[in-house]
């Protein structure tokens, strides 16, 4: 991989943390604990509003695992090691890493 390939899925991956902790901030208020004052809220919208916040903190979750997977490839690129599939070794397709410069294996190991 040449140093401009590098440099340019270096400046994907930082875009794309920038992005999803801009995301995640910006979701915080969906993740707050709901209120079960029954007076000023039915049971059903209680309801409603916990589901809602269960699945704010699962898409938090699953932002966080995809920050996590973008500086792994940062350091894998400062490494020299981007671009290889972490288990076998092997080349990973460029239109799989174009498509998600963050993933870490080949489409074999990937496909089990």
Same mark, same amino acid.
């Given at each position: 991989?040449?140093?401009?390939?590098?440099?340019?899925? $270096?400046? &994907?991956?930082? =875009?794309? &943390?920038?992005? %999803?902790?801009?995301?995640?901030?910006?979701?915080? /208020?969906?993740?707050?604990?709901?209120?079960? /004052?029954? $007076?000023?809220?039915?049971? %059903?919208?209680?309801?409603?509003?916990?589901?809602? #916040? =269960?699945?704010?903190?699962?898409?938090?979750?699953?932002?966080?695992?995809?920050? $996590?997977? =973008?500086?792994?490839? %940062?350091?894998?690129? #400062?490494?020299?090691?981007?671009?290889?599939?972490?288990?076998?070794?092997?080349?990973?397709?460029?239109?799989?890493?174009?498509?998600?410069?963050?993933? =870490? $294996?080949? &489409?074999?190991?990937?496909?089990?």
């Amino acid at each position: 991989m040449t140093d401009d390939e590098q440099m340019k899925f $270096t400046e &994907i991956l930082r =875009a794309q &943390i920038a992005e %999803l902790e801009s995301y995640d901030r910006s979701a915080k /208020d969906s993740r707050a604990t709901v209120t079960l /004052d029954q $007076t000023s809220v039915g049971r %059903l919208s209680r309801i409603d509003a916990m589901q809602q #916040q =269960a699945m704010a903190n699962a898409t938090s979750q699953r932002r966080k695992a995809e920050i $996590t997977q =973008a500086i792994a490839a %940062l350091a894998r690129i #400062q490494q020299g090691e981007f671009g290889y599939c972490v288990e076998c070794g092997e080349d990973i397709a460029p239109k799989r890493l174009s498509h998600n410069p963050a993933i =870490a $294996t080949c &489409i074999t190991c990937a496909s089990g």
